[in-house]
């Protein structure tokens, strides 16, 4: 089947391990140019050398940086900005979780989880976001998760968190109204076991 992906050029935040990278794996293998994220150069570099050996019909390119920060964001649009194409997909896949009581969990838990996990997908969706919907063409994904509907108390701000990506998802879908070829939407994958890297 063909998903109209050659030669798209696609940002996955979070792709060096675990749902980030599949994501990538399927966009790569569908002939599309996937910006490869993560924090550290090396752990970048070395899943855009492992990727790009794979027989994918598309390529991996690589971006390292805290795309929780606004310099985060300025950093990844340079970059797209680099690539002489507009990006077609953004996938707000970064995220962290942890296991904790609420009572343990401090405002500085609670604010790191949102500048993570949210706030990332706030910043790099306004920037790009605007430029997609003067096009007529772009899609935004954002990997929410079950636990956005169905808060775990175990894990209390990272559901909150995923709560209000949701509810962001659904803000800037309605952004899209009457715009053809631009799309928003949430995934809400549930548990996931993943391989340590």
Request: glycine residues 10%; charged residues 20%; aromatic residues 6%.
């Amino acid at each position: 089947m063909d998903l109209g992906l050659q030669g798209k050029l696609v940002l996955v935040t979070g792709s060096t391990k675990g749902i980030g990278r599949c994501i990538a794996e399927e966009f790569m293998q569908n002939g599309a140019t996937v910006i490869i994220n993560g924090r550290k150069q090396a752990d970048v570099e070395r899943v855009v050398t492992s990727l790009n050996e794979e027989n994918f019909l598309g390529t991996a390119v690589a971006l390292a940086g805290d795309l929780s920060t606004a310099e985060g964001e300025q950093l990844a649009f340079d970059f797209v900005e680099s690539q002489n194409q507009p990006l077609d997909v953004l996938v707000n896949n970064v995220g962290i979780f942890e296991v904790k009581d609420f009572f343990e969990n401090t405002d500085a838990d609670w604010d790191r989880y949102f500048q993570i996990n949210v706030m990332s997908a706030v910043r790099l969706s306004r920037r790009f976001l605007k430029g997609m919907l003067e096009r007529q063409s772009g899609r935004i994904l954002m990997i929410a998760s079950d636990a956005g509907i169905r808060t775990l108390p175990h894990m209390i701000p990272y559901s909150v968190s995923k709560t209000a990506m949701i509810g962001l998802a659904r803000g800037l879908s309605e952004l899209t109204k009457g715009v053809p070829g631009v799309t928003v939407n949430s995934v809400l994958p549930g548990p996931t076991w993943t391989e340590v890297r």
